[in-house]
């Protein structure tokens, strides 16, 4: 059986950041990190840490669709 690798990118948006913040607790909270960023923390612990490339749908999918695929579809997460 041929390895499978994952690739995929996050693609967020300011306003589910917001949700996130305001009715995740007590399961996700936002906490300051090193370099002034906030992550995501699931239960205490570090989750993802939004940067903010990730906001920025066009230039994410116009990276993405810029590099040669070997075959299929990639799927967005």
């Known amino acids: 059986m041929a390895?499978?690798?994952d690739v995929h990118t996050h693609m967020l948006n300011r306003?589910?950041?917001r949700l996130l913040e305001r009715h995740g607790r007590p399961r996700?909270?936002?906490k300051k990190v090193a370099g002034g960023l906030r992550?995501?923390?699931l239960d205490g612990a570090p989750f993802m840490t939004p940067v903010p490339e990730?906001?920025?749908w066009e230039q994410r999918i116009h990276c993405s669709s810029?590099?040669?695929r070997r075959r299929g579809?990639?799927?967005w997460t």
């Open 15 to 17: 306003e589910w950041l």
């Open 39 to 41: 992550a995501i923390h």
């Open 3 to 5: 390895p499978v690798i």
């Open 66 to 68: 810029t590099r040669p």
């Open 73 to 75: 579809w990639e799927r």
């Open 28 to 30: 996700y909270t936002l």
């Open 54 to 56: 990730m906001f920025d």
